[in-house]
């Protein structure tokens, strides 16, 4: 039985994740700042170094090495570039991509002494072709894309695959309260540029990386798995 970490636990697609991985059998902790209501949920900000490694060691008492990791935790600010402050900009790269790099870092350490791991970093299909108005968020996960790339190198001899999952337009808090302060327009507009035709569901991001972890997958990797229904693909 493996032990799994999901960043971003405690909502939306990470909160999918995670339930789909116990579904699978594996052992699931999760991290978030609003750690969850399900066992093995720590409140830990992925941007502290010091809290992700103290959850951590709780996590590896309790459940074991941690040898699959899903860094879902993310955020998004939406500014006209003229407008961003430094700190918008270091906030918003400080948890999409150096949370990423925190976590990574404190968990492959498990899965080489394993001589096996699955890494699935939930990127953006932002990244794709840009968006207005997401300049740092878009950047931090073109990042993630690329250090997903790296590592896929650098660790396969290891065991280790490492890939990315950029989501297009999922249903969850972070997507409603976009909508709600009216940076999405219409969401209808969305629905009908999407090729599916629906909105995608935290669920649809979940099922990817639940083969991504699997022994099948074990010869995909450094590979960007778009879950979009078609769009920006
Ligand atoms: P969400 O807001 O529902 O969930 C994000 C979670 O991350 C929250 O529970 C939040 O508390 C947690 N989080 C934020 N900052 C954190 C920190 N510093 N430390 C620990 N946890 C932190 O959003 P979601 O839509 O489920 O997003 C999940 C991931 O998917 C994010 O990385 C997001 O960028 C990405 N994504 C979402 C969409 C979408 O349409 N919903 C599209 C593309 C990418």
Redesign the pocket.
Known sequence: MKTALV?????????AVAHRLRSDGLRVAT????AGEEKYSYT????DRAAVDAALDKIRTELGPVTVLV??????RFKRFVDLTFADWQKVV???LN?VFHCVQATLPDMIEAGWGRIVN?????THSGQPFMAP?VAA?SAVNGLTKSLALEYGPNGVTVNAV??????????R?AEERGFLGDTQKQIDATPVRRI?R?ED?AAACSFLISEDAGYITGQILGVNGGRNT
């Open positions: 960043t971003g636990g405690g909502s939306g697609i990470g909160a991290i978030d700042l609003n830990a900000d992925v941007t860094n879902a935790a993310g955020l998004e400080d948890v999409n949370g939930i990127s953006s299909s932002s968020y996960k950029p989501p297009g337009f999922i249903d969850t808090p972070m997507l309260k995608g935290p991001i």
